[in-house]
């Protein structure tokens, strides 16, 4: 097993910045490409962005593209997620995944353990 766990939400005005992390403990090797999902109310888990084991590649989506900065310290079994230029559309509960696999994925189901999430708000 894989215990994720995130921290670094809160609450910020749109324009600002926000820097998550996601600490890692337990069969840690298992843990190889590690992904950021997020769940606004009332709509479906979508994916943020995703990170090899190796550190590249990575992949976002074009509405977070050159905001969201995805990157990982394997020392340290973290993984982080720099988010900047910040929208009240990017308000949401944030969650970091662990996949067992090596490759680069986006759907839920290719994850294998998920973090309990943190609450990002942006206020316009």
């Known amino acids: 097993q894989v215990q994720l766990v995130e921290s670094g939400g809160g609450l910020v005005q749109a324009g600002g910045s926000l820097r998550l992390s996601c600490a890692a403990s337990?069969?840690?090797?298992?843990?190889?490409?590690m992904g950021w999902f997020r769940q606004a109310p009332g709509k479906e888990r979508e994916f943020v962005t995703a990170?090899?084991?190796?550190?590249?590649?990575?992949y976002s989506p074009d509405s977070v593209k050159g905001r969201f900065t995805i990157s990982r310290d394997n020392a340290k079994n973290t993984v982080y997620l720099q988010m900047n230029s910040l929208k009240p559309e990017d308000t949401a509960v944030y969650y970091c995944?662990?996949?067992?696999?090596?490759?680069?994925?986006?759907?839920?189901?290719?994850?294998?353990?998920w973090g309990q999430g943190t609450q990002v708000t942006v206020s316009s």
């Open positions: 337990g069969r840690t090797f298992s843990s190889n490409t």
């Open positions: 990170i090899t084991r190796s550190g590249t590649p990575t």
């Open positions: 995944a662990a996949s067992r696999t090596y490759r680069l994925v986006t759907a839920t189901q290719n994850y294998d353990y």
